[in-house]
DNA sequence: ATTACTATATACCGAGTAA
DNA sequence: TTTACTCGGTATATAGTAA
């Protein structure tokens, strides 16, 4: 979405242009976009262009009213400030990427994992983990963690084999969906292992060593 | 507020910048923002020079931080999304500026309503009221008007002479702030009459016959 | 691998103006 | 009064490249 569109059409639409026609000139809209009338008229002729708006032209005047797409697109926007400011009960975990195997990937790949966890984020995790080695300064944060998570796939038996309760942790990491598994019983340790739709590795290009910012919902 | 720098701004924010510093490349944050590295680099600076962010540049890679200044910005525009979709409970009436003394403005110049009125609106009136026609296919609207507004400006006694209790409803004309005044007795009409802080005939320039829209809070 | 400079290409803006 | 065209000046973007 191009970032003048919704410029504009979010001044507009703070005009009551969403609910009804409003009635406005292009020298008008130009002195609240702080831009001549000429390149006002420009934007609402792009704004029609992309069906954002729709506009009755009279000989003397014009009356704009928002599309359903043209809210659409506004909404979009408003959700990534409701990102930002109304689920601000986050924090971001920095690290270095690590191999070494770590048991979360065996218990994550278990069948009665797979199925709950599909119910819980919504996706199938990608088969195998992400090690993320947690920096020194940001272990403390890990504490946070260790609050029961409200997300927990339930332990099960199979082959005689029990497993047990898993904590999830919903992430991002560059705007990637992920999550952080961590086994109930696990020790203290500095490493963190995320689970992901795709292979994070190459998706993000990522090797042993590689800085990882993470950050990880409350 | 310049529209380029918020929208990199808030893309940023999203990575989890206003927590912490995040970890970006140019080259990551221009496919981002669907440009090419170079320019990334260029709005990275851009923002700094403007305080929006603080950066720390290593060798091989950059951290970035929102500021204060930077959320600040932010929030500004988080505010005008609310105003669009929390508060959606408003309508719009058009009409037609008109003149003839409306009773409404003899009433709201007297001592005991503008008290109240600046208490309530938080501004005294300009001395005067602006006459809106209603459209004839908005006519309906002013039923949803009819019931009993939670802003009253009460009833007195002056000189004798008894003045009844006087419905506001808080509206915006072209992003002006000001409020529909409604005697409770007043019969019913086909003009409202608008007070605000500012001569809206002036200031908007306005003159009998000239189309209105009037965005009024429910 | 980075960031960011310079130079060239492209897009954008607005003055003038027609309808 | 409007809207919106053309056109020329300016700002913005990117390719190439240095550090």
Do not use: W
């Amino acid at each position: 979405m191009d970032e003048k569109i919704t410029f504009a059409l979010r001044k507009i639409a703070l005009l009551g242009a969403i609910d009804d026609y409003v009635t406005i000139s292009s020298r008008e809209l130009g002195d609240i976009l702080d831009m001549s009338q000429q390149s006002a008229s420009k934007r609402i002729l792009d704004l029609m262009d992309g069906e954002f708006i729709t506009r009755d032209l009279g000989t003397r005047s014009q009356r704009i009213k928002l599309t359903e797409k043209g809210v659409a697109a506004l909404k979009e926007e408003y959700n990534e400030y409701r990102r930002l400011f109304e689920l601000d009960d986050h924090i971001v975990i920095h690290g270095t990427v690590s191999s070494g195997m770590g048991e979360g990937g065996y218990y994550i790949c278990q069948k009665g994992y797979v199925d709950q966890f599909k119910d819980m984020l919504g996706f199938v995790p990608y088969e195998g983990t992400l090690n993320l080695t947690v920096d020194k300064d940001d272990l403390e944060k890990i504490d946070l963690l260790r609050r029961p998570s409200d997300l927990i796939l339930k332990g099960f038996t199979s082959d005689g084999r029990s497993f047990g309760d898993v904590f999830v942790y919903k992430a991002r990491i560059k705007n990637m969906d992920c999550a952080i598994v961590m086994p109930e019983r696990s020790h203290y340790r500095t490493t963190l292992e995320i689970v992901c739709q795709y292979h994070l590795r190459r998706t993000l290009s990522l090797t042993d060593g590689s800085r990882v910012d993470l950050k990880v919902e409350l």
